[in-house]
């Protein structure tokens, strides 16, 4: 095994024979890996996606746009339900980012989705539904939680919205380490990411502490994930934090490091609990976030991420109908 139980990787699978090598403990389902998964030749995962092409319920749809909504939904659940029989824990379903300002609209596609699960035999403790952080998906998240149904809060790049995510009771709560960094080495005006630049932290790091301390100080039942790592010492670094999305360079590079036997792997916990409980807030960072509060205090780092995230996740769900449009209907259908 290649990481302790304080790294988990929780991989978007895009190549599958490296399930052997790197097994993941979780994995993701998104309209970019369909589209990967339509360029391949014949495997499972374009099996259940040519069965989504072929689901009477969908083909029966009048309406076009319809139609090839429900087609994306079956072909997301149908690959999610061959992902749940290959990783031990919980496959992560993209919610439509064109639903990301309507907390009404995120919860009712949740419940098509969790009832389309249910159709194929993956029960709700292994699935959660991966919704954008804004305002109105943390408000379908609350509601959601409220229900039992697990979800996945992304596009998080503030401390504002990992707090407010962790009020709401979001089950994962998703930081994109890497590209917070990136924001900054070519942007600045930023509150949150200079005050970490002038402790000489990196701020994507300091974010991921942060977030980690708050939730853990304050006992609510989230887990943190960190994305977008971009080497081992990143890897080091985050040690401790509930979940890590690790790249497979980054792992291989970490096998493959020169250091003595007694040394390899032998990590040191950066983030714990016992560290949590001494960090401390102040008193605005304490506060009960609403939808005002939390859009004055969102920077223009996670102003301009969390638009740049929806906009490259909308693209995508619209090149899936794209290709579903031309392909269907599939030969005998």
């Given at each position: 095994m290649l990481c302790p139980a304080s790294v988990r990787s929780f991989l978007t699978p895009s190549f599958?024979?490296?399930?052997?090598?790197?097994?993941?403990?979780?994995?993701?389902?998104?309209?970019?890996?369909?589209?990967?998964?339509?360029?391949?030749?014949?495997?499972?995962?374009?099996?259940?996606?040519?069965?989504a092409l072929a689901d009477s319920a969908c083909c029966g749809l009048e309406n076009p746009n319809a139609r090839l909504a429900c087609f994306s939904n079956k072909a997301l659940v149908n690959v999610g339900s061959e992902?749940?029989?290959?990783?031990?824990?919980?496959?992560?379903?993209?919610?439509?980012?064109?639903l990301a300002y309507d907390t009404h609209g995120i919860v009712r596609e949740v419940h098509d989705l969790l009832k389309l699960y249910n159709e194929v035999d993956v029960p709700p403790e292994r699935v959660l539904f991966k919704i954008p952080s804004t305002w109105q998906g943390i408000e379908a998240s609350r509601l959601l939680e409220s229900e039992g149904i697990q979800t996945h809060l992304t596009f998080v790049y503030s401390f504002p919205q990992a707090a407010a995510a962790a009020q709401a009771g979001a089950s994962v709560i998703q930081i994109f380490v890497g590209r917070i960094r990136d924001w900054a080495r070519t942007?600045?005006?930023?509150?949150?990411?200079?005050?970490a630049l002038k402790r000489g932290e990196d701020p994507g790091l300091a974010l991921?502490?942060?977030?980690?301390n708050y939730i853990h100080k304050n006992g609510y039942k989230s887990k943190l994930m960190a994305a977008a790592v971009r080497n081992k010492q990143d890897l080091f670094n985050l040690l401790g934090v509930d979940y890590i999305i690790a790249p497979l360079k980054v792992l291989q590079s970490l096998k493959e490091s020169v250091t003595a036997p007694d040394e390899k792997y032998s990590f040191v916990r950066r983030l714990s609990p016992h560290s949590a409980a001494t960090y401390n807030f102040s008193e605005e960072e304490l506060v009960k976030w609403d939808q005002l509060s939390l859009a004055s205090a969102m920077g223009p780092a996670a102003v301009e991420l969390l638009a740049a995230g929806l906009e490259g996740y909308v693209d995508q769900a619209k090149r899936v109908e794209e290709l579903f449009g031309k392909i269907w209907p599939p030969p005998n259908v």
């Open positions: 599958f024979d490296d399930f052997e090598r790197f097994p993941p403990t979780a994995a993701t389902v998104s309209s970019s890996l369909l589209l990967g998964i339509c360029s391949l030749p014949d495997t499972i995962f374009r099996n259940s996606v040519d069965m992902l749940a029989k290959l990783v031990p824990g919980r496959v992560s379903t993209e919610v439509d980012a064109r942007h600045s005006g930023d509150p949150e990411i200079e005050a991921v502490t942060k977030a980690y």
